[in-house]
């Protein structure tokens, strides 16, 4: 990562004349000229100098470390939006901290709730699956019973032989390459984060193919794709799979239709229920 001393000269004056004095704690005096806060007023908040302060706005003198940077952050009392955007500038990595990815938004369960006509289901960046639908459950199975650090589509599809029986042969490799792509596209905008390094590190020594197509460091999000299963009970079912992210990026709605005259397979799917069980899912497998 580079830093972009430009930029991020013009984020510190902006953020720092969107603060008063009164925000900070500071008592505006009668002569004040500015409405923002002074430079040197922001330098003894966030506890160094002025003269670097000011060499920081006028995109001179080195590259920042991530303790100056911390420092500006509180000092501006800026977002964590706004903070991991000045990690970004001064070319460093945000710091790690929870991922809101983890947990199901509000929303997208009010939306999931209201999605009943088609299988739908949510997950994380690194592909934790956090809910679906009735149709869902009946299309993939039932993970309720699973551990929850073994709910995740790239690990079934690397370490569970029984998953790849129900999708089409043909699409076996290329599922295989866009799972770990798209994996490779969360983890480094990640950050590379603890979650990400162990979800990795896990699939490494437990999958040689994993392994090989991690090391070929290619990366594409999947934003949609067909899918070809092999349900059985249903036989063959052709679908495709638009994918929706959050801003963020760390949670996506993944909408399952049918071609064009091919919605007898959503009444089948309704007729076996929720409730119903396949046994390639007694073991945890979601879809990849």
Known sequence: MTLNRSDLADFL?????????????????????????????????????????????????????????????????????????????????????????EYLRPGLRYLLDRLD???????????????????????????CTVAVEDRNIVLSWFTDPRVRGHFAVEEHQEQARQLVADLRAATTRRG???????????????SPEFTALWDRHEVAVRRSHPYRLVHPDLGRIDLDCEVLATPAADQRVRIFTPPPGGTAVLDELRMLGPQHRHDTNAAGVTAP
């Open 117 to 143: 006509g088609v299988p739908v289901q949510v997950v994380s960046d690194l592909g934790d699956l956090l809910a679906q639908n009735d149709l869902a459950l009946a299309l993939f199975g039932c993970v």
């Open 13 to 101: 004056r902006r953020s720092r004349d969107r603060l008063t004095p009164r925000d900070v704690g500071f008592v505006e005096g009668p002569r004040r000229r500015i409405p923002g806060l002074r430079r040197e007023e922001v330098a003894m908040l966030a506890g160094m100098s002025a003269d670097y302060y000011m060499r920081l706005e006028q995109a001179r003198g080195s590259q920042p470390s991530v303790q100056v940077l911390a420092a500006l952050a509180g000092a501006l009392r800026l977002t964590e939006d706004e903070r991991d955007h000045l990690y970004l500038l001064a070319g460093h990595r945000p710091p790690e901290g929870a991922r809101a990815g």
């Open 192 to 206: 590379d984060d603890g979650a990400s390094r162990s979800l990795v590190t896990r699939l490494r020594a437990a």
